[in-house]
């Protein structure tokens, strides 16, 4: 079956600090692998993703690396700020009928100035 | 941001009474998506919709029913409310063979 394993939390780091959040999935077939962000009180917000093997996503500085070969998908980014404090959720889309969505559990990230 | 609003956002209930949660959205998306998050087990499906009058199960859906009659609405029903159901619930939306799921802000309920 399908399912994602992120690192347990809590997080926190200074502010500039160089972060790594791990995300290993397991999955039938082919599927595109997400993080999602939530600041506190809101929604899930997409904040990158990757389609195949070997694409790297990135967005307000973070990247993450689909690696067939480890199954793995972290996140990284080399200097976070206070405004980074969020929920990041690592997840993967099995692109099949009714596009189902299979969410890790969470990794609370605290930068602290 | 996509257009996705749920309501109420927050509510307090007692064990046994009926709740239904609504989801409306803009975009004319196809697919809708119910969702609760609870600490230590992230997001997981509830309910599902991939079309008017369309619905299936997802992994957590015991105690819920959902509706969908219109393309814009899925409604999301504890026929008879318990604590265990005590979470915040989140909607989200897709096209078909898209590879981007959008939330909403979520609603909180607490039963008491």
């Known amino acids: 079956g399908n399912s994602v394993t992120q690192m347990e939390g809590p997080v926190t780091l200074s502010e500039e600090a160089f972060l790594t959040i791990n995300c290993t999935y397991t999955?039938?077939?082919?599927?595109?692998l997400f993080w999602y962000v939530q600041y506190p009180g809101e929604g899930l917000q997409l904040l990158l993703k990757?389609?195949?093997?070997?694409d790297k996503g990135s967005n307000k500085g973070f990247e993450a690396t689909y690696r067939k070969e480890t199954t793995s998908f972290h996140l990284e980014k080399g200097s976070v700020q206070v405004s980074d404090s969020a929920v990041y959720f690592c997840?993967?889309?099995?692109?099949?009928?009714?596009?189902?969505?299979?969410f890790g559990t969470g990794t609370s990230l605290t930068v602290i100035p | 941001d996509a257009g996705i609003t749920q309501s109420p956002r927050h509510k307090v209930t007692e064990t046994g009474t009926p709740v239904t949660l609504r989801c409306h959205q803009t975009?004319?998306?196809?697919?809708m998506y119910w969702y609760r998050q609870d600490p230590g087990h992230g997001l997981r499906l509830i309910h599902y919709?991939?079309?008017?009058?369309?619905?299936d199960k997802g992994e957590v859906s015991d105690g819920y029913s959902v509706s969908r009659s219109k393309t814009e609405d899925f409604l999301l029903t504890l026929e008879s409310a318990t604590s265990s159901q005590t979470s915040v619930y989140f909607c989200?939306?897709?096209?078909?063979?898209?590879?981007?799921?959008?939330f909403g802000p979520g609603t909180r309920l607490t039963v008491l």
């Open positions: 989200a939306i897709s096209e078909p063979r898209a590879d981007t799921q959008y």
């Open positions: 999955a039938t077939g082919y599927p595109s």
């Open positions: 990757a389609t195949k093997a070997d």
């Open positions: 997840a993967l889309s099995d692109r099949g009928g009714g596009n189902q969505f299979y």
């Open positions: 975009e004319n998306h196809r697919y």
């Open positions: 919709s991939y079309g008017v009058k369309d619905t």
